[in-house]
């Protein structure tokens, strides 16, 4: 069959890959006009207007490394060689661990260390390179054909903004998180498209910095980040000797959003937080003269299925432009090519009905990924909690009953001390972190709630755990230059 497919982002190019695999004809069409780099560094520069948190930190977790592996070995193999590098669990354990013992399924624990542009300029080549994939760039779709004729009404194609039309069996979206899809459909005479919506809370603030010649990343074996209430921070190796650090500060603070823009400042701010200290010793210099600031943050799943009906067929989306999620936890990627590879299973399960095809769809995604999606509002919904309590200067544990007090305490003085000394809690919370198991599979295990318990009912008796920046908001800004 010919699918167009909308979109040449993470979504975009995995479902390229595995449909044109699949023996399909694919037509990409992506609105930046995107010259092909020739390296990872060109590919660093590139104009990406369309999908501006490229210049972001991003992870790769396990289960999208697992997906790439395990069928799609030839993209793998040639991200490693273009300088990304892997990071197994069980290499870089702090000191304070003991009990760790290699087990088989440790070897799918594994995340890729590598920038974003350097993932999709791989992604992309790979693309280009497969026999019956037409790239069409530099124009964007800006709505969507509808046969009338058939109910629930199908999708036969697109209308692009020069003017001209491109018809085809099927049209997957990976138009990313700002996707019109839901407007072009109703504008095309489908009902509404219900979304869910909510702030993630946080702007994000990256940089981007690469080691000096003779110098090497600092020991892995500490703390990659940290989460002081009025702030969130972490640090990202990437490919070919880079690394990024990222600021997340909510979106309510006008101040320190002012002032974490401006990049002396921010480095200033990252040499004073424990685990990004030592990245900014000297040891590296920056690649992006300015601080890449990112806001408009949400988690929005839009519902193109609602109780058991599509709202229209002949379309399937794919990544952000169905389910959108806050990037403190890393998945869209992984949510992205996941996406992807379940949107060619159900082609291959249903090629001739366009109605069981994006129902097998939308069916495995809900089972999938959306509870995935689910975690990460109610955990944002608690973060934005504390963040408001801190910034008006209250105590957000101050009320003893609330059960949320609790969690956040079993949190910090329980599963935090447990993972700098228990590898099994360790490797059950990056399994978890890497959607390798469920969202409540940690709480379900009987041996890790033990051991996070005991480490909890024993708080009295060591010392509190060491702050991972200062502990009062004041006390940064203060640090900061004027
Ligand atoms: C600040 C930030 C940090 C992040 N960090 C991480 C992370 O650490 N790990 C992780 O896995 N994920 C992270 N994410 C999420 C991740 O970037 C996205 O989930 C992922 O890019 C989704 O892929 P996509 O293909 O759906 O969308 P995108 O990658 O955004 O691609 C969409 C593409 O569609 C094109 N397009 C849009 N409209 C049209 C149109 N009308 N016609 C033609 N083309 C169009 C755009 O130009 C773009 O190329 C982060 C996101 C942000 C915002």
Known sequence: MHVIVVGGGVAGLGSAMVLARQGHEVTVVERDPTPMPASADEAFEWDRRGAPQVRHSHAFLARLVGLLKKDYADVYAALLREGATEMRFGDDLPPTITNFERQPDDDELAMLACRRTTFEWVLRRTAMEEGDVRFHVGTGVDGVLLDRTEQPLRVTGVHLEDGSELTADLVVVAAGRRSSLSDWLQAAGTEPVAEEVEDTGIVYFSRFYRLRDGEEYPPRTGPIGGDLGYLKYGVFVGDNQTFSVTLATPTSDDELRKRLADPATFDHCARNLVATAPWLDGRAEPITPDVHV???????????????????????????????????????????????????????????????MLLAYDRALQEEVFPWYRAGVDQDAEARRVAAALLAGEDPDGDATDPRTFMRSVFRDGLVPAMRSDAVVLRAFFRSFNLLSTPDAMMKDTDVSARVLAAWQDRENRPPEPPMGPAVRAELVALLPV
């Not at 709202?311 to 992205?336: E, H, K, M």
């Open 294 to 356: 990112m806001a408009g943050l949400l988690n929005r799943h839009r519902q193109y299925v609602k109780d058991g009906v599509p709202v229209a067929t002949g379309f399937i989306p794919v990544g952000d432009a169905v389910i959108c999620s806050n990037p403190l936890y890393g998945r869209g990627c992984a949510f992205a090519f996941w996406g992807a590879h379940l949107m060619a299973e159900a082609v291959a399960t249903h090629p001739d009905d366009p109605t069981a």
